[in-house]
């Protein structure tokens, strides 16, 4: 048995959480840092914002990754609509203001 309290115990765990919390927004800032690249050379070459074959193989990859993970597979798929959602929205505007550029 632990020698901390309850309280210590939940402080602990909640550093532990706050820590992950900022790992992800760095690594999800990176993800679109690299995404902007995509859609900047999509909008370049007069290629669509989005990719949907290359979505479904993702999905499928990421539901693979999340039950090796022990994480509901559902949950993982909503988060990568979401991502890639926005995604879509910035390949979209940087193509507008790529074709009003021109």
Do not use: Y
């Not at 370049?44 to 999340?66: F, K, N, T, V, Y």
């Amino acid at each position: 048995m632990s020698d901390r309290t309850p309280e210590a115990t939940l402080l602990a765990l909640r550093s532990s959480i706050d820590n992950i919390d900022a790992a992800l927004i760095h690594m999800l800032a990176e993800r679109f840092r690299c995404t902007q690249q995509v859609g900047e050379l999509k909008a370049e070459h007069g290629m669509p914002a989005s990719d949907p074959g290359r979505e479904e193989r993702q999905i499928a990859r990421l539901r693979a990754l999340a039950e090796d993970a022990q994480l509901d597979p559902e949950f993982a798929e909503k988060w990568f609509n979401f991502v890639v959602a926005e995604v879509i929205r910035h390949h979209r505007s940087i193509a507008e203001e790529t074709t009003s550029a021109e």
